[in-house]
């Protein structure tokens, strides 16, 4: 092997690994590369198994220019891996851009069912005026649901709520919340009350448009001393302004229940025809919207407030009766029959 040759053949190896290198477009062309060109069987690491058989004063200069061929691929081999990788890295940039100008996907909102809407509406009116929220359960007995309301078993007002019995003797769903007013009475006496009761009622009726199996109710209490006709008046007055606007005109027409002494039942103005006279009012000018009373005085003694110290009222409406009137709902069997179409209206 001649002197020139053997430097022929490094200049060839540098020559061809930068070519080859100059192809390279990726990582994995990268590694091939480096194995090519720098790996342990590569002409250049090959030059330096040669170094013995070259005579003896050719081997500095030969091992010198072998050392700078190999450093000078290591140097190229870094650029072009920097090139490689920032060329990549701009293709995700560009084939991964988020496109900010395209309008966005509408999320699915849910909405409060209607009966909670007028629910939230009631709470709200009643708790500005100093009521607080009471609950109580909805499967009773015998004894909370009528007999300590005055409502003795073979009473003839028993025919005014259709039961569901359960197997259980004596115990039912409750077909008003009035019940609740004992069980507040019990928890709290002998303190003065002002209390809310809603819940969910269940009547064993022929399902129509305007009566249902299971419907809610909202009861009104309050019991201390002194409390007259005229503080039940004024707080359903003050309830019916809130709920239907300043200007509503309202009647109490003289009702009976066994558990409030005298009794009534309110009518407010009907606000379609605005007391002219409309199918929704049955031509009469009024819509009925709760029975209330002053509490009997065996109901205040069952509930262990002395009736001669103390006197209360009471009042009972029906929420949804109030949102078919407000929103015009002819059935109210649409309140729990799940149909979209009805409740996407709310
Ligand atoms: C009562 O249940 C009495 N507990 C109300 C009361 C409370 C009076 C406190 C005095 C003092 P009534 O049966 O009228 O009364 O029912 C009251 C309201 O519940 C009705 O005005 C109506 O809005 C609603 N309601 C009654 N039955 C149904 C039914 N089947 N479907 C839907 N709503 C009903």
Same mark, same amino acid.
């Given at each position: ?78 650029? @072009?891996? #920097? /090139? &490689?990788? %920032?060329?990549?890295?701009? $293709?995700?940039?560009?084939? *991964?851009?988020?496109? =900010? ?101 269940? @009547?064993? #009726? /022929? &399902?129509? %448009?305007?009566?249902?199996? $299971?419907?809610?109710?909202? *009861?009104?209490?309050? =019991? ?123």
């Amino acid at each position: 092997m001649t002197e020139t040759q053997v430097f022929e053949d490094l200049e060839q190896i540098l020559q061809q690994g930068l070519a080859a290198l100059e192809e390279v477009k990726d990582e994995a062309g990268l590694q091939a590369w480096r194995t090519a060109h720098l790996g342990r069987s590569a002409p250049v690491m090959q030059m330096f198994s040669r170094l013995p058989q070259l005579p003896k004063e050719l081997r500095p200069q030969v091992g010198q220019r072998a050392n700078q061929v190999k450093q000078a691929l290591e140097a190229a081999l870094a650029e @072009r891996g #920097e /090139q &490689v990788r %920032a060329a990549s890295l701009q $293709q995700k940039l560009a084939s *991964e851009r988020v496109d =900010v100008t395209l309008p966005g996907r509408q999320p699915l909102r849910g909405r409060l069912h209607p009966e909670t809407q007028v629910l939230r509406r009631i709470f709200a009116v009643f708790e500005e005026m100093g009521f607080q929220v009471f609950r109580s359960r909805d499967v009773e007995t015998d004894e909370y649901n009528f007999e300590l309301l005055n409502i003795p078993a073979y009473h003839p007002a028993r025919d005014m709520w259709d039961t569901f019995y359960t197997t259980r003797p004596g115990v039912l769903l409750r077909t008003h919340t009035s019940p609740g007013q004992i069980h507040v009475m019990r928890a709290s006496a002998p303190e003065p009350i002002r209390a809310i009761l809603p819940g969910m009622c269940y @009547r064993y #009726e /022929q &399902v129509s %448009a305007r009566h249902e199996t $299971q419907f809610y109710q909202v *009861e009104v209490l309050a =019991v201390g001393k002194n409390i007259t006709f005229g503080d039940l008046k004024g707080t359903v007055n003050g309830f019916a302004r809130r709920m239907f606007g300043q200007n509503v005109r309202t009647r109490l027409r003289p009702s009976y229940f066994p558990f409030t002494e005298p009794s009534a039942e309110m009518d407010v103005e009907c606000f379609v025809c605005g007391g002219k006279g409309c199918p929704v009012c049955k031509g009469s000018g009024w819509l009925e919207i709760m029975g209330c009373g002053m509490m009997h005085p065996t109901v205040l003694r069952n509930g262990g407030y002395d009736p001669e110290v103390y006197s209360g009222f009471a009042a009972g409406m029906g929420p949804e009766r109030i949102s078919m009137l407000q929103s015009r709902i002819e059935d109210i069997r649409y309140f729990w029959a799940n149909d979209l179409r009805f409740l996407e209206q709310f």
